[in-house]
């Protein structure tokens, strides 16, 4: 091979190493989604402290994050299948709808739990004690009708309060709403909003009003704490970006440790970020309550995929956990035990 032959080959051979390298490398910038409330604290925190940016530059990955907002689950999902979304959050309810839809493609799974909390359903209609007592006059404001997980749970405490086949019962009575236009609209008492199926702070908020009282709560319903909000991603993200997804898990318990250990703080950064019109004292009695858990660990998923699997919600079914959420790899110290 002539002088001439090598050199095109050696440059032949570069541009397909560099071409190769360039598929192989991970993603510079990371775009996250929230809500609104004090469960996303943990990716409020997060955001705050730059645990994320810090995770990956030890990781040897120089990334940025950014924060996008959501007021539901259906809208981030749809952001995450468009290609403008790499790591959606959310409720129970969204994420096994998504899950459940791309099982045969993109392969839709969890990334980790974020949190374990009681919804409540609230309304300032004194004539409703129950939700056997709700009627036409009534709306219930929740993130988004059908798919959000209290309009899931609503659905499934209709079914156990009207009987088989009635889960529907209360769905025409709801309406979509993001959570801090559903507090006002509903205790403004100027709108057609009777109550509102919430979140933290919201509920908690809405409550210290002698005017409103608590209907139903979620963990009656389900039995016990379930998880409410955690981090789904598709498959070709999680497997295209492992050291991205690490950092974000590393910065995920980083930031609940800071939450466990330091509630004060993490209630003076959430609210700063949030511009909440909450004492410190109060989101730090809410971040301590002993039926809020900030873990990764899931409860009771599979329970809200049993019964989503015998409405017709979702057709994919699970055995386990494990099947909703992507392996956590070994550290080397664990892989050696």
Known sequence: MTARGIIRLVGTVAVMLGALGA?????????????????????????????????????????????LRFTGGSGMNEALLSGNLDLASGGVGPFLTIWGRTQANLKVKGVAALNAMPLWLVTINPAVKS?????????????????SIQAITLQMAAEKAFGPGQQAKLDSLTVSMGHPDAQTAMMGGRSEITAHFGSPPFQEMELKDPRAHKVLDSYDVMGGPHTFNLVWATSRFVTDNPKVTAAFRAALEESLALIRDDPARAAALWIKAEGAKISPEEAV??????QNAWTTKPER????LAYMNRAGLVS??????????????????????
């Open 285 to 290: 009695a809410i971040i301590r309550a002993p």
């Open 23 to 67: 598929a192989r490398a991970e993603v510079s910038t990371v775009r996250l989604a929230k809500q609104f409330g004090i469960s996303y604290l943990p990716l409020t925190v997060m955001e705050a402290e730059g645990l994320l940016e810090k995770q990956a530059k030890q990781r040897g990955l120089d990334l940025k994050a950014e924060w």
């Open 301 to 304: 998923m599979l329970a809200y």
């Open 131 to 147: 939700i056997r007592d709700f009627g036409p006059q009534d709306k219930i404001a929740l993130p988004t009708a059908k798919t």
């Open 316 to 337: 994919a079914k699970a055995d386990s956990d494990a099947e909703l959420f992507f392996p956590v790899p070994a550290t080397p110290r664990e892989a050696t035990r």
